[in-house]
């Protein structure tokens, strides 16, 4: 889990915890342009948000990206206690 603040941190966050590169140079299994594509296509709704990356229940060898925004956080902290309800 990951708290992301910008669209820098979501693609080096992206790069490490979904495809698994650091900046070591090696070969790369996307074009950049690819990578743009699909980086835009699951980026977040909004920022701040905390992003994870999850081994898919659904297809094997795949991972599942989610992430969680102010408001459901809130909620959170609120049925926990940890925020007083207004």
Known sequence: MQLISND???RMWM???YFCQDSIEGDKL???EE???FL???RPQEYPCLGTVTPSKITALDYDITFFYRQQISEWAKSMGLLSIR
């Open 15 to 17: 790069m490490e915890a």
């Open 40 to 42: 835009f296509e699951y």
């Open 35 to 37: 990578l743009d594509d």
């Open 8 to 10: 820098y941190e979501y």
């Open 30 to 32: 996307l074009t950049e």
